[in-house]
């Protein structure tokens, strides 16, 4: 992942920053507002998408209908960061949903060299699929190449113990069952995940067992702090 980011050129290398971190598909990617970025809570509204209808850029609803919220790991927070200082927001406005619908402006994280919209399709053909040939990485075979990046994403959360509920809703699947069934074969087994957890007790030096309940009873919740100011 690092290989094909760096391939890409400083322009670009956001967006698959956000697909390998965040699970966004392209159209996401290309479309997503700065304002959509919650630097308190530390996660990405996804609520809309750039794409192509009838050879005119819109703005519409994520795939599927289904908004999204993507908590921000550290990496993309820096990733933001840099991309910020060096290519600020662009205000665009395209219509809502179809060619004709009412106009909406949002200010863009990704943009041309030209200023203006990422095109998928250009974009595949002058920019993406050159960087992995260039990183030695084979090309897709689907065009847009983020599936793999959001494929990385779903198998990275899986392997950490996340549930398929929770990664539902970071991709924007409508439906758990869907998430389920895509991804099922990714899931660590269930002799995978009891070694691990033996292993985190044993190797930690608690090799008594769990505390019992009146050990932990004073134990309060631990407290986390927390986009753009690490």
């Not at 990704?110 to 399709?121: H, M, S, V």
């Not at 950490?160 to 539902?168: H, Q, V």
């Amino acid at each position: 992942m690092r290989a094909d980011r760096g391939a890409l050129g400083e322009r670009y290398r956001l967006a698959p920053a956000l697909g390998a971190g965040c699970g966004l598909r392209q159209g996401e990617a290309f479309g997503l507002p700065v304002d959509d970025i919650d630097e308190g809570a530390q996660v990405v509204h996804v609520v809309l998408q750039l794409k192509r209808m009838r050879g005119q850029f819109v703005f519409a609803p994520p795939e599927h209908g289904a908004f999204a919220m993507s908590h921000v790991p550290d990496t993309v927070k820096a990733a933001l960061r840099t991309h910020l200082t060096r290519y600020p927001p662009l205000t665009m406005t395209f219509p809502w949903r179809e060619p004709n619908g009412e106009p909406i402006t949002v200010r863009v994280l990704t943009w041309t060299r030209e200023r203006g919209a990422l095109n998928r399709n250009s974009f595949n053909h002058h920019v993406w699929k050159p960087a992995l040939r260039k990183a030695g990485v084979v090309d897709p075979k689907r065009g847009d190449g983020f599936h793999a990046l959001r494929h990385f994403y779903a198998s990275v959360l899986l392997d950490g113990g996340e549930s398929i509920k929770a990664l539902s809703e970071y991709l924007g699947h409508a439906d758990p069952g869907f998430t389920l069934r895509t991804y099922t074969h990714l899931m660590p087994s269930s002799a995978e995940r009891t070694r691990r957890a033996v292993d985190a007790v044993l190797t930690s030096g608690h090799d008594e067992g769990p505390a019992s309940q009146s050990e932990d009873r004073n134990t309060g919740p631990s407290q986390s702090d927390g986009l753009l100011t690490a």
